[in-house]
């Protein structure tokens, strides 16, 4: 039977050769007497070695040999074995041991079949780290609804479940759940997803998002499930403070004094709250749009906003309303930077209606009580017209009694001059009292400056007073009520002069008139160097009908001065030495100037 | 005499004077004061309190810390307050100072003649 043989030399040459497992043959004395190539290949040069100097680089035999206890009982094993390969590298193998016995039933030889499972248990011991170490909670569960395996994260929160069922172990239930992701995979072998609380053996609950996969077999059926859990309690209480703070924030907005709104990048309007509602007089719940609110902002604004550094604030302005009318309010206008180039804009606005009525009450109540001062001062000012009309009287009759006609002459003179003061100091209070709405309108400020000294120029030069004007060229014009700065400086221009008449050296004096701005701040300044004030003159200069000019002055014209630049928004400054001279300071910052009372927007 | 920058007040109060037997002077500038004083030598001053350049009080301050002045009796005017204010208030306020001695007399604006004769003789003829 040729073709027999052949098949029993191709077993023999070939098959030992091209099975893929190492096979060796030993005798008892544990010399390799036979092996093939894979083993060849695996374990390195054999022949007429010992299989422990083979197997496990070896001088000696091992503890617990298997063959040896095969030599003993003829009984074939299966053990797992751990050796080095022939380059030295740790090797893990299956190894079949088979005595083959022989007909007197002695056991010369075992035959070794080693299956090479390194890569397989570094695999399995991977996926076993994986299962622990993943930081989600896994359990295996079968169709009891038992669990079969769970991994580490389980066992450190829950202990060990193991033949449990879940719905007890994990929610301490008494029967399955209502909604089992594990039975709806069961029932059709697909991922199912839920969030499920389970409670811990502390007693705390954790909120679960679940995933349950079937552990398919070979032949496609299964019999387990693969729970995978992730603990989002902390991302539900994230949720919840997010929550929270959003309606904290609904709320914030929605009750704000101010109005506030909001442009998200695609250019919708997402914030629009009451306050905003009311300043533009919107009274329904329409909806409005980027477009219909640009008509209402000032010219420009949005443009500024989103093109500009990101930051515009307007502290006061006019807005429109959806009805056409107009409301002065402060603005403020933020771009909000989203990446890729892309913003949105929020708008905050204040109505300044109520703040504007209460700074004119409150400018009514200071010019109320500087009236109310001024009649208390008033007496003072009449007791001194009183003493200047009896005198002239007394010296009237005095000069009639005693035929003294030169008397009589200054007695009449003197009752001509104080009623003459009388009716001047009449008309000033009359005026100051009454008050006087400003003008707004644009002024050039050192035109006026130009103007009060050429007004004073023959006053200054009959009493040999040099009035000197010096103002700045760059000034740009101004809203001002021109009417009022002038009135102010003829009063401080007056004074001067009049200063200069009181000093020591008469004939030689100044009086300088400057006009300078400096940071947006236009400053006048009258300068003279007469006579000065003391002390107790400065303390009262500004209070009330206080004049150190006797019966030639009503004391109201400062007072005048103060009011006006208080209506700019400005500030009056006084330095004073007695006998060197005295500086008046005006002060108007350009952004409290008043604003007029109409104006386009 | 009388110092009191206003020409008419001047005028009525110099007038009363000497209708009633006083001789009377005057300081036309009000910083030179101390200089009119001690040539004039009075046996009182009226001093009005409201007065440019410098005010009553100030030259008070100084007639009453100067030893060759101090004791010259002194008549303050003003149209201010009464007298009780003015004395119990308004000079303390003023003067702020209390090592300052209030004024001899006190004469308020309008001028009560009568008044104004009697204050003037007493304080002469305390003064001897």
Redesign the interface.
């Known amino acids: 039977m040729p073709e027999k043989i052949k098949l029993m030399d191709w077993i023999r040459e070939h098959l030992f050769n091209v099975v893929p497992m190492s096979i060796a043959v030993i005798d008892r004395d544990f010399n390799l007497v036979y092996a093939n190539k894979p083993f060849e290949e695996k374990f390195g040069k054999w022949k007429g070695k010992k299989c422990f100097s083979v197997y496990k680089s070896s001088t000696t035999m091992c503890l617990n040999c298997k063959g040896a206890e095969a030599f003993q009982d003829g009984k074939p094993r299966v053990n797992e074995e751990i050796g080095f390969d022939k380059s030295g590298k740790l090797t893990k193998y299956i190894k079949h041991t088979m005595p083959v016995v022989d007909s007197d039933g002695s056991i010369p030889f075992l035959v070794e079949m080693a299956t090479d499972i390194t890569e397989a248990s570094i695999i399995k011991k991977e996926y076993q780290l994986l299962f622990d170490q993943v930081p989600c909670s896994i359990l295996v569960i079968d169709r009891n609804f038992r669990i079969v395996r769970t991994n580490k994260k389980i066992r450190e929160t829950f202990g060990d479940l193991t033949g449990k069922y879940c719905y007890s172990s994990l929610k301490g239930f008494n029967d399955k759940c209502l909604e089992c992701t594990a039975r709806d995979t069961f029932s059709d072998g697909e991922m199912h997803t839920g969030n499920h609380v389970w409670r811990t053996k502390d007693g705390e609950d954790i909120h679960s998002h679940v995933s349950t996969v079937p552990l398919f077999k070979e032949d496609g059926t299964f019999d387990m499930v693969m729970e995978m859990a992730v603990d989002i309690t902390h991302t539900l209480e994230l949720e919840d403070e997010l929550k929270i703070a959003y309606s904290f924030m609904e709320t914030m907005i929605a009750t704000a004094i101010d109005g506030i709104i909001a442009i998200d990048i695609e250019g919708d309007i997402i914030i629009f709250n009451k306050a905003a509602r009311d300043i533009f007089n919107i009274h329904d719940k329409r909806k409005m749009t980027k477009i219909e609110l640009e008509v209402l902002l000032p010219e420009g604004f949005m443009a500024q906003v989103l093109l500009g550094p990101g930051h515009v604030y307007l502290p006061e302005a006019y807005v429109k309303t959806i009805d056409d009318d107009k409301k002065p309010v402060r603005l403020s206008g933020n771009k909000i930077e989203f990446g890729d180039g892309k913003s949105g804009m929020a708008f905050s606005i204040q109505d300044l209606r109520e703040l504007k009525r209460l700074e004119s009450e409150k400018l009514e109540a200071e010019r109320m009580a500087a009236v109310g001062q001024t009649v208390a001062g008033l ?3 009449v ?2 017209l ?3 009309l ?3 009287m ?2 009237m009759n ?1 000069g009639m009694k005693k035929g003294d006609v030169d ?1 009589i002459q ?1 007695g009449l003179e ?1 009752l001509d ?2 009623i003459l003061r009388v009716s001047t100091f009449v008309k000033e209070f009359l005026n100051f009292s009454k008050g006087r709405k400003i003008k707004v309108g644009e002024c050039e400020p050192g035109k006026i400056a130009r103007d009060v000294v050429e007004l004073y120029a023959s006053q200054a030069g009959k009493f040999s007073v040099e009035l000197i004007c010096e103002t700045d060229d760059n000034i740009m014009p101004a809203l001002m009520d021109g009417e009022g700065i002038h009135e102010c400086l003829t009063n401080l221009v007056g004074n001067a002069i ?2 200069c008449r ?3 050296n008469q004939g030689g004096n100044h009086v300088w008139v400057k006009t300078h701005e400096k940071d947006d701040v236009i400053v006048y300044e009258v300068v003279d160097d007469g ?7 400065k303390k009262k200069v500004f209070t009330n009908f ?7 002055g009503t004391g109201i014209g400062l007072l005048t001065t103060k009011k006006i630049v208080q209506e700019h928004g400005g500030k009056i400054e006084l330095q004073s030495e ?2 060197k001279g005295t500086t008046f300071r005006i002060r108007l910052p350009r952004n409290r100037l008043p604003k007029p009372e109409s104006i386009d927007i | 005499m009388i110092i009191d920058d206003e020409p008419d007040i001047r005028t009525y109060l110099m007038a009363i004077l000497e209708d009633n037997g006083f001789s009377v002077c005057t300081v036309l500038d009000n910083t030179e004061v101390k200089k009119g004083v001690l040539s004039e030598k009075p046996d009182l001053i009226i001093l009005d309190i409201m007065m440019p350049q410098r005010s009553g009080i100030s030259i008070y301050k100084e007639l009453r810390t100067c030893s060759a002045l101090n004791a010259i009796p002194v008549a303050l005017i003003s149209g201010m307050m009464p007298e009780k204010d003015f004395i119990e208030k308004e000079f303390p306020a003023l003067v702020d100072d209390k090592s300052v001695s209030p004024p001899d007399g006190y004469i308020e604006k309008p001028v009560q003649v009568e008044k104004l004769v009697a204050l003037v003789t007493q304080l002469v003829e305390e003064r001897g």
């Open positions: 007496a003072h000012g007791k001194n009183i003493t200047g009896e005198g002239g007394y010296m005095s008397r200054k003197m001059r104080n009049d200063a009181m000093s020591d006579c000065g004030m003391d002390y107790e003159v206080f004049t150190t000019k006797g019966l030639g007695e006998g």
